[in-house]
């Protein structure tokens, strides 16, 4: 697709005024996608509270590849990865439509790489379990782009910045994951303990957000030197890396709003932001 091409695609989405908002969401437990608690609740109100997208970008934290991809089939699967859950949410699907258009855009918009068009992955939990209690009705168009897990955070952050365009364009852009993401070190006794953190968690999440709200990019992209607590807060970073493309596309101008500010289980944190 030429840029002359991606010009009148884009034009045919019929939204001309204003930048979407952007957004980092902490989605936890692939349970939230079923279950109705405050998590869930204030994705819903999310969706009905900004402006409709023509279509929704996610880079979720559990489709990690080498080289980027976007999806770019009609109709992706809902992909169910994970195990030992209740049946229940192995039998969600999620039948948003894909936009094939939309994927040859974006891999025409990023320079700095080659963008692969996907036929085979489709939404993962990072994304459906978010996106349905957003959009319930599944008739916005849903796509996802991987998380290159050979590079690293600067990359991620630089790739991003080429996505700023979908923005003027009704393409909400969503990075879901969870900024302290330590599944070891969860304490399954107390997850139905309201808010339990464990000190370093909390702290932790507390230096993410000040940085966040200060527009300190470059020392959020350098998390491991941040904080004494950071490789207990980020012992991987696949959770991690959606925060940072969601970060590179703040604009002049976005308001920024925390929301889900909640530590679960002691080594999680749901915290969520919203750019704009």
Known sequence: ????????????????????????????????????????ESWAKMGRDIPNPKAVLVISAHWLTRGT????????????????????????QYPAPGEPALAEATKTLIAMTDIGLDHDWGLDHGTWTVVRHMYPDADIPVLQLSIDYARPAGYHFELAKQLASLRNK???????????HNLRMVAWDKLTEPEYGFDWALEMNSVFKEKIRNGEASALVNYEKLHAAAKLAIPTPDHY???????????????????????????????SVKWG
């Open 1 to 40: 697709m030429s840029l002359h091409q991606f010009h009148n695609w884009t034009q045919d989405l019929g939204y001309c005024e204003g930048r979407h908002p952007v957004l980092f969401i902490g989605h936890g437990s692939p349970m939230n996608g079923i279950e109705h608690n405050a998590f869930s």
């Open 69 to 92: 991809h976007i999806t770019a089939m009609p109709n992706p699967r809902t992909i169910h990865d994970f195990g030992g859950f209740p049946k229940e949410l192995f039998e969600v």
């Open 170 to 180: 009704g393409v909400l852009i969503i990075g879901s994951g969870n900024m302290v």
């Open 241 to 271: 890396y959606p925060l940072l493309y969601a970060m590179a596309l703040q604009q002049n101008g976005d308001d920024i709003r925390f929301f889900n500010d909640k530590a679960v289980g002691g080594s999680l944190t749901m915290t």
